[in-house]
């Protein structure tokens, strides 16, 4: 491939449009709007409440959060609370940390409803 084709391909290349580098600080690279990260509803009495991340460049969220194992509110900040300890330089829970630090009126044994990850 010539310069010209890399500088096209560089440029033109719609995922590339599409990466981003987050900025709460973590430095990852997302791809926006793909709808390949994960989405998870939780559903309260009088609301629900979505979560949503972009996909991870290179990496995967399965990868971080173990669907299966991972039932309600409670256990995934129990999760991202203990992997931000134990992998402190881990980027992916520095991205997800602030969901610890504000878990607003959510009761832990709030179910969590996987619509995609």
């Keep these: 491939m010539d310069v010209?084709?890399?500088k096209y391909d560089q440029y033109n290349n719609m995922d590339i449009k599409k990466q981003?580098?987050?900025d709460c600080g973590c430095g990852l690279t997302f791809l926006q709007g793909e709808g390949l990260g994960f989405k998870i509803k939780l559903s309260l009495?009088?609301?629900e409440i979505v979560m949503i991340e972009d996909q991870l460049v290179d990496i995967n969220w399965v990868n971080y959060i173990p669907y299966a194992l991972i039932e309600t509110w409670g256990?995934?900040?129990d999760l991202i609370a203990s992997s931000v300890r134990d992998y402190p330089n881990d980027r992916v829970w520095c991205h997800l940390e602030p969901y610890i630090q504000n878990p607003d009126h959510i009761p832990d044994d709030t179910?969590?409803?996987y619509i995609y990850i």
């Design 20 to 22: 981003y580098v987050c």
């Design 75 to 77: 256990d995934l900040l």
């Design 111 to 113: 179910p969590l409803e």
């Design 45 to 47: 009495e009088d609301e």
């Design 4 to 6: 010209q084709n890399v």
